[in-house]
């Protein structure tokens, strides 16, 4: 079993739509949670990350981390065709600022 | 800064064949790595570094090897490609002080036949 499950999609949503992309995990020592963004063709890119519970919010883009369902979540509100890209998650323990763990990553498609 | 450079982009091996795939950051970043990403498989880390002349490994290890001679670049040695190692290989980097900021290069595509 991966320590970090997400599903490939690839998930397509009308431009404007509300996004909701999700990961699930096994390790409870997992601390710091990330999301980054990947264009075709190009290296991930950071978008955001928290450290254990809650919420973080950036712009149009909200980090959710439900340590209890190990579960974590983001959202993209007023999604736009630039937001075209796979989205991985990532996660690491607190002592383990090397070794992260990263989703196979979901292709989301924003149709305009 | 050009950031995180990796080169070549594309490279097509046979098997047996070694080669060196090339790193360097200008960030002056103590923190490199190496990862692989397979179609479903995700990222994963194949050597990291923390430092000029100190390098462990990651999940993913044999067949390649790395040095780490100077902060600026992380060359990354198969050794004897296997038809295994076709994939994208990722370089990145970070500060010690940003543990989660890390700073990715363009990728190198490689087949190995």
């Known amino acids: 079993q991966k320590e970090v499950e997400q599903d490939p999609g690839p998930l397509s949503v009308p431009e404007g739509a509300i996004v909701s992309l999700n990961c699930t995990y096994s390790?409870?020592?997992?601390?710091?949670f990330m999301w980054y963004r990947q264009y075709s063709r190009k290296g991930p890119e950071l978008l955001m990350y928290t450290y254990s519970s809650g919420n973080k919010e950036d712009g149009r883009f909200t980090a959710q981390v439900d340590k209890s369902s190990k579960y974590i979540s983001l959202f993209i509100r007023d999604s736009q065709p630039s937001d075209s890209a796979t989205y991985l998650c990532a996660m690491r323990r607190y002592s383990s600022a090397s070794k992260i763990i990263f989703g196979s990553g979901t292709r989301l498609s924003i149709r305009p | 800064n050009a950031g995180v450079t990796q080169t070549p982009k594309f490279q097509v091996l046979k098997t047996g064949q070694s080669m060196t795939l090339q790193c360097a950051q200008d960030m002056n970043h103590e923190y490199m790595s190496w990862y692989r990403q397979d179609p479903g498989m995700g990222l994963r880390l194949i050597h990291y570094s923390v430092g000029a002349g100190i390098t462990d490994q990651g999940e993913v290890p044999n067949g390649y090897n790395v040095s780490r001679s100077t902060t600026e670049d992380f060359p990354l040695r198969l050794l004897s490609a296997a038809p295994s190692q076709t994939s994208v290989y990722f370089c990145?980097?970070?500060?010690?002080?940003?543990?989660?900021?890390?700073?990715f290069g363009p990728g190198t595509r490689l087949t190995v036949l």
């Open positions: 390790n409870s020592a997992f601390q710091y």
């Open positions: 990145a980097s970070r500060t010690g002080t940003r543990d989660n900021e890390q700073f």
